[in-house]
Each structure stands twice: as structure tokens, then as C-alpha cells.
């Protein structure tokens, strides 16, 4: 042994013939699998996912899929390289002993581990009513056989698709109806598509893309009910304010759930928003005790961000579970001093009726939001939100070559409204205004970003002060 | 033939569907669309997309070839390993 010491001792073994667990084969599983193998990993890996198909990728699933340009069985992840795993595929993990560092599978099979990586993501918010949800013709779409399903019902060529919820998934798919020549309603709680996600100003030049394109929006209106015929297929739905809607093909797209049930009673800071860790990635416990050997990655986590007042962010953004799954296998095979946060600049992108439209940064953060080039009426601009004087997100519409400059900004805590001016600012970018986000005690249907406090815990605890 | 585009990452400068047309093909001013799982007949194409997207976006799978040729982790850990002892 050199001088390193037995901290280190102890890192080298557990590279040579450690055993890592990697729960949840998906993206953030992959990535994280590949960057331990190139760090040098050489010990046991295993690989759990309840779903029965090698990692994939889901954005192509609302976009190339529905649209046929591109196949759901298709959208394999690419390799980095090979990781040499134990795979066992389409079982899940329904337990954790911390104490025996132990996995517990749902085929009565348990995997002992030295380090364990929870990726389990987030699953599709189902239909309330689970009869009415279970009617043929009614999907959800976050799984390749979600995709590969709604791809094939929207080929026979509805009359008319209800889509239910208008966050980024819901929008994409009633663009990607249009765009077959397919009829679309869409129904939304909020005052317009991307709300939650964006703000009202956002949402209000969503809307009118919507209906530019022939989508027939409903916004401040809830589904009460899907109505079924006599052989089991939804043929409507029964609105909020007494209307009607008949379709055969119905998408419900209320935003998405934390995989963490699993997790219940393990002891594990896990709940319905999802593990709560340190900024390095590592796992809380329910009593906000740091864990040593498990760490979270992914749409499944929830970690406080230093550019966002330490707030706990869970990001359901693609280049986050990359980033993170990066950070957190570079944790786990690293003594503390080369430990690295994870200080990853939120960005999300979408395309939807031919508008790429991407953010960076926290929208719903933002209190205030100023147009800085281009105009919201061309549909081609970016908009910069502020809070308390700062610049805290920005996104684009058919403008991203500005992002990068906007990413720096907020990097770099710069101010709102911003002091630099541009060639093309027009009369509407010269003053903030609200950026009117809904009530956030009130959920959207898709944020795909919450914040929320300090507890590592979502669940209640009774504090007993010692004396 | 695995590929998939880091889209937070692509400017759409739409130099993929210039080389590559089969493969990668812009959908309005600057979104980008391609082919998850393009045809093997078209590797050289999209090899070359691959080099010339300025942004470095597009990450395509090694082959099996490939994979076989790397070097064995065990060996990089071997390697690496200033604590010796067993090989
Ligand atoms: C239709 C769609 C479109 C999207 N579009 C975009 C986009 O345009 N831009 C963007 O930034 N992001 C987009 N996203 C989000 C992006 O896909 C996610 O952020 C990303 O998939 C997160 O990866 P993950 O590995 O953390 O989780 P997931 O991909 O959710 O993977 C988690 C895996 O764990 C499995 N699992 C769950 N519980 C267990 C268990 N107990 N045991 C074993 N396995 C389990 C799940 O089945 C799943 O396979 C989109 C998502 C969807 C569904
Ligand atoms: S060449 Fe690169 S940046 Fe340009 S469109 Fe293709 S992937 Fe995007």
C-alpha cells in the first residue's frame, strides 16, 4: 500500500472488486454505468429496470415517433462504450435493507451492493378514474410501448384525439396530430399551454400556436369524465363547464410521478418528490443524515442547486440525468476531496407545430420576464426572466443560438432587467412584466421543474429536542 | 446503426441534414429531427455529420468491432492503480 491511506486503500478495492448497483436502466442508469467503467471500474455491475428493454430514449416518443418519421422500438440508447454489466431486465426493485446494503427484487431475488445508484425516474401521472383510464383508446405516453401504442391508434386515423393536459408532452402531441391531419382538442386546467412551465406571457403565445394550427384548445376547463361504449372503447369526455368533447382517441398528459414507493420504509429520504440528496448526489436519509454509499441521478432526484438560493430542484430534463448520472459515478468512486457538485445549468428544449423551443435556467422562479430580442408576435424571440434583480432563466423560441449567452449570464448572477441592449430590441422589450406563473401551491400538469424546500423528507416527522 | 442528437446542445445549423440527409432533417426554422436507428448504409454519411456539426451534438454508438477492441476495464484499473498488490 502507498501513503494514501485506508480511505483510499479502500476506494482502490472497491474499483477492483467492489459491487455497484445501478437501480432504474434508463438513461441516467446508462450514462452513469459508462462513466464508471471509463473511471476504471472493474468490480461487479448490475443493471435493474422494470421495463423489459435495454436503455432508450424517450424524447424521440412525442416528437420523430408520433410523427412516423422514426420507430418506438428504435430509440435505443447509443453506447459510449461497452460497461460490461449483469443486466436483469423486466424486474423490479421493490425494497431496500440499508443496514445489509441490499436490493430486494420483485422476483424474490436480492442483489447485495458497495455502492448503489437510484435512478428510477418519474412514471406518467394515470387517469384518476382507473376504470375510465383503462377504456381502449386512452393512453399515456412516457414508455416506448406508450409510444409505440399511441403511434399506431393515431395511424388508423381517429376522428378526433383528446389531449388532456397542456404541458410540453401534450402540447407535442396534438402538434404531431396536426401535422398528420388528425382533429385535436385539448383540454387544460390552466389559463394556457406551458403555464407552469413558462409563465402566462409564455403560455399566451403558446396558445395561439395552438390555435394557429388548427387545435381546438380548451383552457380553464377540467375532464370530469371519459365516457365509454358498450364494447370497452372511450368514445368521449365530459367537461368541467358542461361540454362535450367525442373522441376515439384520448391522451391523458397530467405530468408525472416519482418512482420512489419502492423505497418506502427503507429508512431512505424518499417521497412523492421525489430522494432528496447533497449536492455531490448522495442520498439523504429520512432524518437528513448524509448516506455513504447510495446516491440518486436523474428525474428521480431532488438536490439543492447554489445558483438558486440551495433550493432542492427535481429537474424532468434530459440533459440533467446526463449530467447528473456523470456526477454522481464520479462520486461514487472518488474519496471526498474529488467529489465534484452537481451544478448543472437546468436546460430543457421541446419542438412543437415547427417552433424549437428551449430554456435554460429556473422560468418558475422567475417573478418578472422582459422580451430582449425579437418579438413575441413573430413567434421568434428570446425572453429573459428576473428575480429580485436577477436573471434567473431564459428561453428562446426559434432563437437558440442566443441561449449559450443568456446560460452564461445566469451563471454569472448577472442582473434583471438586463443592462445590455440588442439591435433588435422592440417596443414590448423595453419594460418587465409579469411573468405571471399560476399559484404554486396549485400543480400544473408538467412543470418539469419543482422547487421545493430544505426537508430531505417529504414525510412527516415529530422533533423531539434534546436538552 | 445507434445515434442520438444532444438537443440542449444543437444550434441547428443544420449541418447533419446537409451530409446526411437520410438521416437528420431540420422540421421548421431550427428543430432538428433524425433518425434514432438509421440504416447502416449510411454510416459514412453520418460519420461525417458527426465531425462536422460544430457543436460536437451527435453522439453515435461504437460498433461491436469497436467495443471489442477496447481496452478490458480491468485492465485500466490494473493500470491506474498506484496500490499495486494484485494484478
Ligand atoms: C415523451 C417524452 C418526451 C420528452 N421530451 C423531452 C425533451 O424534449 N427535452 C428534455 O429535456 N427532456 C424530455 N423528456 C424527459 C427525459 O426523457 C427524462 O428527463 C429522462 O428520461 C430522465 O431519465 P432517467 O434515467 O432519470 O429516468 P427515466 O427515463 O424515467 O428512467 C427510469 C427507469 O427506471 C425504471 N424503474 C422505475 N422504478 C423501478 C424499480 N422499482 N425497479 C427497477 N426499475 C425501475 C423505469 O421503468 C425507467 O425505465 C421527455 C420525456 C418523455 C416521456
Ligand atoms: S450539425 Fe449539429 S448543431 Fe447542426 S443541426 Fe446537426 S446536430 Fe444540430
Not at chain 1, 478495492?13 to 452513469?32: C, D, H, N, P, T
Not at chain 1, 423595453?430 to 423528507?457: C, E, Q
Amino acid at each position: 500500500m502507498t501513503s494514501t491511506g485506508t480511505h483510499d486503500g479502500s476506494l482502490e478495492q472497491l474499483k477492483r472488486e467492489g459491487r455497484i448497483v445501478v437501480v432504474g436502466a434508463s438513461l441516467a442508469g446508462l450514462r452513469a454505468a459508462e462513466t464508471m467503467r471509463e473511471k476504471g471500474f472493474a468490480g461487479s455491475l448490475t443493471m435493474i429496470g422494470d421495463e423489459p428493454y435495454e436503455p432508450y430514449d424517450r424524447p424521440p416518443l412525442s416528437k420523430q415517433v408520433l410523427l412516423g418519421n422514426a420507430v418506438a422500438d428504435h430509440t435505443a440508447l447509443p453506447r459510449r462504450r461497452a460497461i460490461d454489466a449483469d443486466w436483469r431486465l423486466g424486474v423490479p426493485a421493490t425494497g431496500l435493507d440499508m443496514a445489509a446494503r441490499r436490493v430486494e427484487l420483485g422476483n424474490g431475488d436480492a442483489v447485495e451492493y458497495d455502492r448503489l445508484l437510484i435512478a428510477t425516474g418519474v412514471r406518467a401521472r394515470p387517469w384518476p378514474n382507473a376504470e375510465e383510464g383503462a377504456l381502449k383508446g386512452v393512453f399515456v405516453l412516457r414508455t416506448r410501448d406508450d409510444g409505440e401504442g399511441l403511434q399506431r391508434a393515431l395511424a388508423a386515423g381517429p376522428r378526433r384525439v383528446l389531449v388532456i393536459g397542456a404541458g410540453f408532452t401534450g402540447s407535442e402531441i396534438a402538434s404531431a396530430c396536426r401535422e398528420r391531419g388528425l382533429d385535436v382538442t385539448v383540454a387544460e386546467r390552466g389559463d394556457a399551454p406551458l403555464v407552469g412551465a413558462l409563465g402566462g406571457v409564455i403560455g399566451a403565445v403558446a396558445a395561439e400556436m395552438n390555435r394557429e394550427n388548427g387545435v381546438d384548445l380548451r383552457t380553464g376547463v377540467m375532464v370530469t369524465s371519459l365516457e365509454g361504449d358498450p364494447s370497452g372503447r372511450v368514445r368521449a369526455a365530459h367537461f368541467s363547464d358542461g361540454s362535450t368533447v367525442e373522441a376515439d382517441v384520448v391522451v391523458v398528459s397530467l405530468g408525472a410521478q416519482r418512482n420512489t414507493e419502492w423505497l418506502s420504509g427503507s429508512g431512505l429520504g424518499a417521497g412523492p418528490r421525489g430522494i432528496a440528496c447533497d449536492a455531490g448526489c448522495r442520498a439523504f436519509d429520512v432524518r437528513g443524515i448524509v448516506t455513504d454509499d447510495i446516491y440518486v441521478a436523474g428525474d428521480v432526484a431532488r438536490s439543492p442547486h447554489a445558483l438558486f438560493g440551495y433550493q432542492f430542484l427535481s429537474l424532468e430534463h434530459w440533459g440533467n440525468a446526463v449530467a447528473q448520472a456523470d456526477t454522481a459515478a464520479h462520486n461514487m468512486l472518488s474519496v471526498s476531496a474529488d467529489r465534484r457538485p452537481h451544478l448543472w445549468v437546468p436546460a430543457f428544449w421541446s419542438s412543437q407545430f415547427g417552433v424549437n423551443i428551449k430554456s435554460v435556467g429556473v422560468p418558475p422562479m422567475g417573478t418578472e420576464i422582459l422580451i430582449t430580442q425579437g418579438s413575441l408576435a413573430e413567434r421568434r424571440f428570446a425572453a429573459a426572466y428576473g428575480y429580485q434583480g436577477r436573471l434567473i432563466a431564459a428561453v428562446t423560441f426559434d432563437n437558440c443560438r442566443w441561449l449559450p449567452f443568456y446560460e452564461q449570464q445566469i451563471e454569472a448572477t448577472a442582473p434583471f432587467p438586463p443592462p445590455f441592449s440588442t439591435v433588435d430590441r422592440r417596443p414590448e422589450g423595453t419594460k418587465p412584466m409579469p411573468a405571471d406563473f399560476p399559484d404554486p401551491s396549485v400543480p400544473t400538469h408538467g412543470p418539469t421543474i419543482t422547487l421545493s424546500g430544505y426537508s430531505p423528507a417529504d414525510r412527516k416527522m415529530t422533533f423531539t429536542p434534546g436538552r | 446503426m445507434r445515434l442520438v442528437v444532444d438537443l440542449n446542445r444543437c444550434q441547428g445549423y443544420a449541418q447533419c441534414a446537409f451530409l446526411a440527409p437520410d438521416v437528420f432533417a431540420m422540421h421548421g426554422d431550427e428543430s432538428l429531427l433524425y433518425n434514432p436507428e438509421a440504416d447502416p448504409a449510411q454510416r459514412e454519411d453520418v460519420m461525417r455529420a458527426v465531425a462536422a456539426c460544430p457543436v460536437q451534438a451527435i453522439l453515435l454508438e461504437i460498433t461491436d468491432e469497436d467495443m471489442a477492441n477496447m481496452v478490458a476495464p480491468d485492465a485500466v484499473a490494473g493500470a491506474g492503480s498506484p496500490s499495486g498488490g494484485a494484478r
